[in-house]
């Protein structure tokens, strides 16, 4: 279990009814841990995806009133997404977890897959960010391309395009990686 996902829902002064406070609630609890995962994804430290995260849930109880029912985690990612933006504090290197990617690595012992993730991080830290975005997205947390052209309000077009433009970028730096490595090993 992550760290963040300890953090209580944020206090703000807001008049809110019962029904309210348990969508708020709701809410938190169900997409707490994806938000900032994403963040995480996008290059952000824990402690920043963990106050960006927080953010995202302040705005979300100032304007509940817009989020439409079902709407509530394509609110939550784009809003935390603006807010990562805002903060302007991407690091140069991505950090992912251990417990972030475990998905395909069945059958690999740990110091396999930690070195499976410590890959795929090198390679994400050098994939254009606007495209890791999409990539992360769609291939790592599954929302689907409406999805992605909703919460970021782009064309389903772009999407598209992005997301191919990445696999390929994604695919050249780690053929790039491999190259390297391959050629250290050698005498």
Known sequence: MVKSAMIAMPEVPVA?????NTR???MFATHHATVWRILRR????RDAAADATQEAFIIAVERLHEV???????FLIRTALQVARTLGRKSQRWHLEDDMDQR???GRNTEQ???DIELCDLALSKVDPELAEIFVLFELEELSSP???SLLEIPLGTVASRLRRAREEFRNVFARI???MHHEEQP
């Open 104 to 106: 395909g690595l069945e």
């Open 42 to 45: 996008r290059g952000l430290s």
């Open 113 to 115: 897959r930690r070195s």
């Open 16 to 20: 809110r009814t019962a029904e309210d």
């Open 147 to 149: 999805e992605i052209a």
């Open 178 to 180: 491999e190259r390297t």
């Open 68 to 74: 439409q029912s079902g709407d509530e985690r394509s």
């Open 24 to 26: 708020l609630e709701r």
